[in-house]
């Protein structure tokens, strides 16, 4: 239940900036997305019988196929599919295959089809893929912004 | 859905389930697909919690909870940290653990340390381990000790939700006002 969202999507809507970071960001996603069959070592893993109620702070990756009630500051974040976040997430590369109720901070998002998103998403890279629920505004923010919500 | 399928190996062995808690809808068998691990949740050493931490799973605790955890088994790593009530039907610390324990199989490993309270019914504590607590047996097993954090849930909503707002004028020129007034 977003508020009146208060800009619109498509005039804010930019091309894409040739920056290195998301693209880089955006790699390492992926990798690590696919490789959620076998647990790595740095990742936590929260699975789909968890619930936690509170704030998860993480300089690793973390993978949420439980509920979280809070919010989320992490490197990496996957919200797996059946996953539930209601909160702030800001991190520097997002997947979302599960539910998430809140603004997204993040340089790199990455939303796959069984994914249901309800909130603003500031983003420097998106990726949707088709069939996804959206609601809420998508603005696009250069590097330089992206950089002062998450200074590296 | 109910049919006890195969001869688990040795799974049976634990008290399927505890409590009326939870609503868990009676041992969902785990998909082969994950490898016998889809269940089993690690908070990594990179990762701090702070909140409650529920589950009818296993979980093991590399990082750091701030805050109450329930689970079926429990395992604070070494390096963990944990400070919080803790129930669970099994127990392993090898971090450490700062509030209450309270489970059917409490371990504490030389590299454990815990401070505060135990109810267990079978307790195991190695050489070199630390613990500073009462303990006290209780043939009921598990009990849902008092909660030590009390944190409450977290407000998210429309506040998150919708864009950020610019801090008011109102109360930036309270602030100046403030400050002129004290020089």
Known sequence: ?152 | MFKKDDKAPGAGSTTGGFGGSDNAQSETHRPAARGGSGEHSVISAGLRVIGNLESDEDVEVRGIVEGDISSRTLTVSEGARVEGAIAADRVTVAGTVNGKISADRVAISKSGSMIGDLTYKSLSIEEGASFDGQCRRSDAGRREPEKVSNLKPVQTEAAQVAPKDEPTAAAAGAKGGKSAAAS
């Open chain 1, 1 to 152: 239940m977003p508020r009146e969202p208060t800009q619109s999507d498509v005039a804010i809507m930019k091309p894409m900036s040739k920056t290195e970071a998301p693209t880089e960001l955006r790699e390492r996603l992926a990798v690590a997305v696919n490789r959620s069959e076998d647990n790595g070592s740095e990742r936590s893993v929260l699975g789909p019988r968890v619930r936690i109620v509170g704030r998860l702070e993480s300089v690793d990756c973390v993978e949420i196929r439980g509920m979280i009630d809070g919010d989320i500051d992490s490197t990496m974040l996957i919200i797996g599919e059946g996953g539930r976040v209601d909160g702030f997430i800001s991190a520097d590369a997002v997947h979302i295959a599960g539910t998430v109720t809140g603004r997204i901070e993040a340089i790199t998002v990455t939303i796959a089809k069984s994914a249901t998103v309800i909130g603003a998403i500031i983003h420097n890279s998106l990726e949707i893929e088709k069939g996804a629920t959206l609601d809420g505004p998508r603005p696009w923010r250069p590097m330089s912004f992206m950089a002062e919500l998450r200074p590296i």
